[in-house]
């Protein structure tokens, strides 16, 4: 049958080594290391030559030991689609209490423009926990996770890749790694991920100091901010640059590939590790400035957020070298990032990535960002940046707005936002777009527009946090 990139999340692993259908009895004992390999299809048919690759690839256990596998009963895809419509939470005559439930015809997402982070799993990422394997990542047996690692290393042109949990994990994670021997500074934007949103853990756990730039051009740091604060010198007095971390993309806005490889290339001259936190680089991408595989060659290391604009309810991607992936592997399992049955996040993970950024849904995001600007900058509203990608930024300063008031406005229209900064990920609706044009018709004319609520029920943080305090 035509191959699909789904298959590995069929098969589980014995005590005797012999891959098995997820769907085949509980039972298993083992009699010798040298079992057969079953690659039987659970639907009957056989799986591909690359899947069988990748099945014959995962090391054996020197000295299987006898014992049973425990395996989860499983539902239909009928009685899955069925829980999944009622959600994880009922009240108990099975009616879903909210809009959030698995399955929900009202997905919130498509109204809240605070974060890309807020998107919600489609069912076929929830259809791929339920297939998938559930073996230990720690002892690295797991097929669904050991694929998709190698899944996003020939993706991304890397020699391996390691899950982690979060964006956060993974930055942390990459630093710990590569600064070994203190003192040693990085050089990052000021307005950065890891800056102003990782609980100082630079600081923390790599014992490094941090150079905080601003970019002159107010959008992307270059060379010559870099090489204006970067310390070469060797004087004891001093604390070396020894890590420039990038972020791709920042506040929605790209860093081209070209200045990214004039960095790189003086980076490497001088013996400068250089680590990108990528976890919107998938926009960038998606906008044409440039391949996966072209940005990740000017990095050592680089951190790939999936649960952000690409939708998977949770986890992050780690690439880079083979021993550094090993290491990160190490560092990864002494803050507690070790998993066991590691497959229920590799699963959705995987197909975030192949149904939203390789199915081309990007794109379509960039598109409405640029619409929703026009309708802003049509009534006369000024922006504080260009829209390169899916965030919209209104600079509701220049039309003495407050924050609060453009929060509490949106919230009557039935969308939520931050303070100005407006995230169009891919499922954000038509809806909320025609919402959004009457909150910024009434804001920059006065004008009240149809379907807005005498009193709208929303959250006390989103008023308190001013815009702040989202990633």
Known sequence: MPHTPYETLYIARNAADTFIP?????????????????????????LSANTRAVAAS???????????????????MGEFDQYSAMGSKTVPNGI????????????????????????TPTMSMLRAIQQCTLLDDVFMEDPT????????????GKED????????????VAFRAHLTCPPHAVIVDRRGHIVNYEAGGVATLSQAMVQSLDATNGTYLTLEDIQKYATLSEDVHSCPTRMISLENTLNGAIMPLSEVKR??????????????????LWEAVAAGAGSLKEYCAEFDSISLCISKGLGAPIGSLLV????????????????GGGLRQAGVVAAPMRVAIEETFLGGKLAQSHKNAKRVAKIWTDLGGKLQYPVDTNMVWLDLAAHQIEGNSFIELAEKYGVRTGSGRLVIHYQIGEEAIEALQKVFTELLTGKESAGKLAEAPHDPEDLKLKGKGVE
């Open 161 to 172: 890749g390691l899950l982690v949990l979060s964006g956060t994990m993974g930055n942390q």
């Open 22 to 46: 997820a769907t085949a009895p509980s039972q298993y004992v083992a009699s010798s290391a040298s079992g057969p390999i079953d690659l039987t299809h659970p639907q009957g048919t056989s």
């Open 96 to 119: 879903p209490s909210d809009g959030t439930a698995w399955g929900s015809e009202k997905n919130p997402a498509a109204f809240d423009l605070r974060s890309d982070v807020h998107t």
């Open 58 to 76: 995962i090391a054996r256990p020197a000295n299987p030991t006898l014992r049973n596998l425990h395996t989860t009963a499983r539902l239909t």
């Open 320 to 335: 880079g070298t083979q021993a550094f992936i090993k290491r990160s592997r190490w560092i990864r399992k002494s803050i």
């Open 263 to 280: 960095i790189s290339a003086w980076a490497r001259q001088h013996g400068i590790i250089m680590h990108l936190d990528g976890a919107r």
């Open 145 to 156: 996770t050991l694929s998709l690692e190698r899944f996003i290393a020939d993706l991304s």
